[in-house]
C-alpha cells in the first residue's frame, strides 16, 4: 500500500485540509489538519506514523512546515519525526525526545487484537511498531503563538485528557483542539488524566474561547455551540456526551 492509498484527505472548509487513516484501528484513528500559510504552512498532529505522512501532503517546495502535536499520545506523534520544524508542549519536552511507551500508550496499540484493518505492507507485525523520537525544536506554552503569515494561532495549555495544548485562530474564530474536547465520549481515566484540570477546562471553552468551529483529534468537526454543550454535559455527567 502507498502513502497515498493509507491517508485519506478531505477539504474541511476554513483553509483546513483534513486527513485521516481509515485502515487504524477505529480507537487510533485521529484527524491531522494540514493549513495553509502565506509563510509558512501548519500540520497539526501526526497520526501514528504506519506509513510516511510527509509525501502525502500539499507542500509548497521552499516554504517551511511546522508539525505541531497537541499532545504526545502514539495516536498524534507517530510521523513527527518526519519533519525538520516540531513543536509541541514545553513541559513534555524531553518526552518528544525518546518517545516512551508509558507517556505515549504505544505498548497499549500493540496489545490490540486488530491494530489495523489492511496490511500497510507485506509482512508488516504490529510486534515492530515503534515510534521515533521527535525532540521539539519550539517548545510551547500558554500564551505563545504560531503565526503563518497571514494566519495566527494562540497557544492554549486545555489539560484533563492529558498535558494539552490547543490552537485557536481568534480571527476566523477556528479551533483545532487536539483531544482536549471532541464530539464523543471524553477520556479522562488514564494515568496523565486530570479530572480536577479538565473541568476547569471545560468552563474555559464555555466562558472564554469564542470558536466557531472545532476540529477536534477525533469525529467530525463541530460548531461553538456544540462545543459549549459537549462542555457542559462534562461537567455535569463527566462524560461529554
Known amino acids: 500500500m502507498t502513502p497515498d492509498e493509507w491517508y485519506h484527505l478531505s477539504d474541511a472548509g476554513h483553509g483546513v485540509t483534513r486527513l485521516t487513516e481509515p485502515y487504524v484501528d477505529p480507537y487510533y484513528s485521529a484527524n491531522l489538519y494540514f493549513v495553509r500559510g ?15 505522512l510527509k509525501p502525502v501532503l500539499p507542500l509548497t517546495q521552499g516554504k517551511p512546515v511546522l508539525a505541531l502535536a497537541t499532545h504526545v499520545h502514539v495516536d498524534h ?20 525526545e525518546t518517545m516512551p511507551d508509558e507517556a505515549t500508550y504505544a505498548e497499549e496499540y500493540r ?9 500497510p505492507m507485506p509482512g508488516w507485525k504490529i510486534t515492530d511498531y515503534r515510534l521515533q ?10 500564551g505563545d ?32 483542539a487536539g483531544d482536549a474536547i471532541y464530539d464523543d465520549l471524553l477520556l479522562d481515566d488514564m494515568p496523565c488524566s486530570d479530572k480536577v484540570a479538565y473541568r476547569a477546562t471545560m468552563r474555559r471553552l464555555i466562558e472564554e474561547v469564542d470558536a466557531k468551529v472545532v476540529f477536534g483529534g477525533h469525529g467530525e468537526p463541530f460548531d461553538g455551540a456544540r462545543m459549549r454543550e459537549i462542555a457542559r454535559n462534562y461537567l455535569e455527567n463527566g462524560s461529554g456526551v
Open 38 to 52: 502565506r509563510d509558512r504552512d501548519l500540520l497539526v498532529d501526526a497520526g501514528m506514523g504506519i506509513l510516511p
Open 77 to 96: 506523534v507517530g510521523a513527527l519525526h518526519e519533519f525538520a520544524d516540531r513543536a509541541g508542549l514545553a513541559a513534555e519536552t524531553e518526552l518528544y
Open 111 to 119: 496489545e490490540r487484537e486488530a491494530p489495523v484493518t489492511r496490511l
Open 133 to 142: 523520537p521527535a525532540p521539539l525544536t519550539l517548545p510551547l506554552q500558554e
Open 145 to 176: 503563538r504560531v503565526d503563518l503569515g497571514d494566519r495566527s494561532f494562540a497557544v492554549l495549555e486545555l489539560p484533563g485528557h492529558s498535558p494539552c495544548i490547543a490552537l485557536f485562530d481568534e480571527a476566523n474564530g477556528v479551533l483545532f
